[in-house]
Structures are given as structure tokens and as C-alpha cells.
């Protein structure tokens, strides 16, 4: 959740304090310079693709180090209940807290923070974080290296917080903490029914028991009326476009990469609804657009819908398996030339239209 902490304009204002963030914590830690020895199971190796960007600690994909190692690698810090781990170099500004019953170790180019609790309230601290002020400092205290660009851990502890009386920043934190709890009831019900869709898809037009199924003969082992073609009797995939981050310009329009957005400008290439999957660099992903965009070179998007839907142009692709296309030699790259010889289904016209008015809801 990205929220904004400044300095309020009020007669409390001389309540506040702008600080070294120093004065937040007990101490600052830094991970290991090294990689341990692969372990098929044990405490988590936790590295800076185990943080999301919105703060979130990501354990699907985790590196274990032994149970004999794992003194070794916590002879500096040990992460408990409460701490804030942070990355310093190559990707920077993500943050994460440490949750009950986590056991493992930093990981390298990640660092930590004990909050004192008797100057700042954890989850205050966790959501500065993530406010322009924070990082404006963060951009002016980057150093740019041949290869990643850090932090200096030894300047650190001089960066500057705005930091109100405790009971103002737990007010503040619980006022947050309640939208974050929202947010993630609502991403909770979305994958509900996104699962729903997909279902819903394959029952249909994989299993073939859609309404009125039992009344439409099969012909050749689908419906009476569907017919197989390639896919781009179907629709047409086109290239993104280039739009440099130099000459993006503030706005709200969405600019899709291969694995979702990448930024926004004021100014749209594609008019809403869309369909937009990796190109290059990453394969596999496929994107429903409800809105105007514009698509970057990283990808393909659907440019004509000829016989389908743009929902289901959506789950069609999505169903579709990209890895075998793959053309690139050191970049995954898809080649919409190949993809478009792919055999795929094409259901009948009043099928298609009960679908988009079942689904349709769904998606809003």
C-alpha cells in the first residue's frame, strides 16, 4: 500500500519532528556478502525477490539454508517479530515486517531495522516508508555503480523521518493498518472469482457443458456450429510500442510491459477493453485491459478481435501454452508470426455473448 506521510500544516505542527532515523531504531543490520550452500529444506535464505514492491513478504519461491549453517548466517542479527527488512542494493525501496514465526536469515544486499518501541511505532516506521518524502531521500542518497545502483548503509542512519508523538503515530498506524486489512480482503475475493472465470471457461469451452449443451450435437468431437481455425482467424496479435521513460509524460494512462504495468503517461495508443501478453523477456503472462493504454515493445496486444471476444480472447490465450515459441537465444522472445499458426476453438456467436454477459460482472 503506497501512502504519503508528511508533515501536517496545524498547530500540532511543533509536535513534530523531523529526526536522523537513528533515533527510530535500536539497531541497523546488514546481511551476508555471500550465498550459502543450497539446502533442500530449513530456514529461509530471504533475498529481495522475497519482498513485493507494496511491502509484502513473498515465501513462494525460497532458498533454505541447513540447520547446521544456520548459525553461521545469523551471527550478526537473527530476524524476530517486528523488525523492518529493506534492500540497499541493486532493487531498491522494498520494505517488508518480519511476521510471528518467520525463522530464517538476511539475505544478501538486504539490511534490517529494529524499531525502539518507546520512539516509534513499528507499523509507523513501515509506512513511512513507502511516502514521497522517504523516498526523495532515498533518490538523493542513491549511487549509481557500473552494474547496481545502492545505498550507503553508512549514511543510513542519518536519513531523515518525520516522527510525531507515539500515540500520533499509532493513531496514524491504525487508521492505515485498517485500509491494508481492507485491501487484502478484497484481493482475497478477487482471486475468488477470478478462480470462478477460469472454471467457468474451462466448463464451457474445454468440457463442453455449457447451457444448453445437452440439446447441440457433437460434429467431429466439438459442437455443432464451433468450428477449429488458426488463432489469428480468431484475432490478431500486434507489437507494443517504444515509449522511453524520458519521454513519458505524467498522466493516468496505464503502459503495459510483459507482466503488468510499468508506469503511466498522458497519452493512450490502444482504446480499452484489451488484451495485452509478453513479447519479450518474460512469456506467459496474459493481461485484461478495461481501459485505453499503451502497450510497450515487451509485448503483444490483441489489435483485432475477428470471431471473439475480448474476455474471451483473454482466457483463450491464457489457456494457450507460450514456452515451446520461445525464439529467443538469451531473451525469451514470442514471435506472433508462430503464435498465429496455433490451432484453437472458435464457438458459436450466441455462446460467445451468454459468456461476456455471465463473466462480464464478474471481471467489474
Not at 517479530?81 to 544486499?109: H, K, Q, W
Not at 519521454?247 to 503502459?255: C, E, L, M, T, W
Request: aromatic share 10%; net charge neutral.
Amino acid at each position: 500500500m503506497a501512502v504519503v506521510l508528511e508533515k501536517p500544516k496545524a498547530k500540532s505542527e511543533t509536535s513534530w519532528k523531523r529526526v536522523p532515523i537513528k533515533e527510530a531504531y535500536i539497531g541497523l543490520y546488514d546481511g551476508p556478502h555471500a550465498t550459502p550452500k543450497p539446502s533442500e529444506e530449513g530456514p529461509i535464505f530471504l533475498g529481495i525477490k522475497n519482498i513485493t514492491e507494496d511491502g509484502k513478504l513473498d515465501l513462494s519461491e525460497i532458498r533454505h539454508i541447513s540447520e547446521a549453517e544456520y548459525p553461521k548466517w545469523t551471527k550478526r542479527v537473527t530476524p524476530q517479530e517486528g523488525d523492518i527488512v529493506f534492500s540497499y542494493e541493486a532493487t531498491l525501496n522494498r520494505y517488508a515486517m518480519i511476521p510471528s514465526g518467520f525463522r530464517g536469515c538476511l539475505g544478501r544486499r538486504m539490511a534490517l531495522i529494529r524499531p525502539n518501541p518507546e520512539k516509534v511505532d513499528t507499523k509507523f516506521l513501515f509506512y513511512t516508508f513507502f511516502g514521497a518524502d522517504w523516498r526523495t531521500t532515498i533518490a538523493a542518497n542513491t549511487l549509481s555503480g557500473s552494474t547496481v545502483d545502492r545505498i550507503p548503509l553508512t549514511n543510513f542512519p542519518n536519513f531523515e523521518i518525520n516522527l510525531p508523538p507515539l500515540p500520533t503515530q499509532q493513531k496514524i498506524a491504525a487508521i492505515l493498518s485498517a485500509y491494508d486489512d481492507l485491501i487484502e480482503n478484497n484481493l482475497r475475493r478477487i482471486k475468488l472469482l477470478e478462480a470462478m472465470a477460469q472454471a467457468l471457461y474451462r466448463e464451457w469451452f474445454v468440457h463442453f457443458r455449457y447451457p444448453g449443451h445437452a440439446q447441440v450435437p457433437l460434429v467431429e468431437g466439438i459442437p455443432e456450429g464451433w468450428k477449429t481455425d488458426r488463432l489469428d482467424a480468431a484475432l490478431v496479435l500486434q507489437r507494443g510500442f517504444d515509449l522511453p521513460t524520458k519521454q513519458r509524460i505524467a498522466g493516468s494512462i496505464p503502459i503495459y510491459a510483459a507482466t503488468g504495468i510499468n508506469g503511466y503517461h498522458d497519452v493512450a495508443k490502444v482504446k480499452g477493453p484489451g488484451v495485452v501478453t509478453g513479447r519479450s523477456g518474460s512469456l506467459g503472462t496474459v493481461l485484461f485491459v478495461d481501459e485505453d493504454f499503451w502497450p510497450l515493445n515487451t509485448t503483444l496486444w490483441v489489435k483485432e478481435f475477428k470471431q471473439v471476444s475480448p474476455l474471451y480472447a483473454y482466457y483463450l490465450l491464457s489457456d494457450l501454452d507460450f514456452a515451446g515459441f520461445n525464439s529467443g537465444a538469451a531473451v525469451p522472445t514470442l514471435n506472433r508470426n508462430d503464435v498465429h499458426s496455433l490451432p484453437v476453438l472458435i464457438p458459436g456467436e450466441d455462446i460467445l455473448k451468454s459468456f461476456d454477459e455471465v463473466v462480464g460482472p464478474i471481471f467489474n
